[in-house]
């Protein structure tokens, strides 16, 4: 049982090219998300999808994409890499709306931009 | 004002040591709590959650919110080199739907 499944783990861009993050679960899980962090800023939320077919904007979507065309897979796009987008990436999917939401986290992808 | 700001740290304590981590929060509204732990390089994993008000024990872990002061805390008895990691608190105010707000994070180094 794999659970959350992110790829690819380690990347390096150009300023200006665009890449692809995809997460994958599991666990049959409702909700999705992506989240991203920085030193000292903790985690943010950029996009997430409360099911197929669906996607909402989070705290920090600006110059991010996202797909959700299959239950069990979430997409994060850049269109145009900054360096500002240097981070670690979070993909995280959870079951439950109400109550105690416990989010399982994939291990992250690492992002450079050059 | 972020929903929940942590100490970054870095934590060190002894092994056998009480490990005492606070959080502060801004909405008063009855909500959930928890608490994440983050090895070096690998997502967080979910370590306990409590609701509003009150204490919350598993094993070595016990979670604390007061909401009159609108801290949370989170304790761990009898620490161990493997405790070593950044735990994270979150909460989801209501309204916010199932979306959590994570703090900082604070970094913990448990010497053996």
């Known amino acids: 049982n794999a659970g959350v499944t992110q790829t690819p783990k380690f990347r390096v861009l150009k300023t200006g090219q665009s890449m692809t993050l995809l997460c994958a679960q599991d666990?049959?899980?409702?909700?999705m998300y992506w989240y991203r962090q920085d030193p000292g800023m903790g985690l943010r939320l950029i996009h997430y999808?409360?099911?197929?077919?669906?996607?909402a904007k989070g705290e920090v979507p600006d110059g991010y994409n996202v797909s959700r065309l299959k239950k069990q897979n979430f997409l994060l796009g850049l269109e145009s890499a900054a360096p500002s987008q240097t981070s670690v990436y979070f993909c995280?999917?959870?079951?439950?709306?109400?109550?105690?939401?416990?989010?399982?986290f994939g291990a992250g992808s690492r992002l450079t931009v050059l | 004002q972020k929903e929940v700001e942590q100490d970054p740290g870095p934590l060190s304590v002894p092994e056998g040591a009480i490990v005492s981590l606070n959080c502060t929060y801004s909405?008063?509204?009855?909500?959930?709590f928890m608490w994440y732990r983050q090895y070096s390089r690998k997502g967080p994993e979910l370590l306990m959650y409590?609701?509003?008000?009150g204490n919350k024990e598993d094993g070595r872990f016990t979670a604390q919110v007061d909401k009159s002061s609108k801290y949370i805390s989170l304790f761990i008895r009898d620490s161990q080199p493997s405790d070593s990691a950044t735990y994270l608190c979150?909460?989801?105010?209501?309204?916010?739907?199932?979306?959590?707000?994570f703090g900082g994070g604070t970094r913990v180094l448990v010497k053996p």
């Open positions: 995280a999917s959870s079951l439950s709306y109400s109550g105690a939401n416990v989010l399982t």
């Open positions: 666990m049959n899980h409702e909700y």
């Open positions: 999808s409360v099911g197929e077919g669906t996607t």
């Open positions: 909405n008063s509204a009855f909500q959930y």
């Open positions: 409590t609701y509003s008000s």
């Open positions: 979150a909460n989801a105010p209501p309204g916010a739907g199932n979306k959590l707000t």
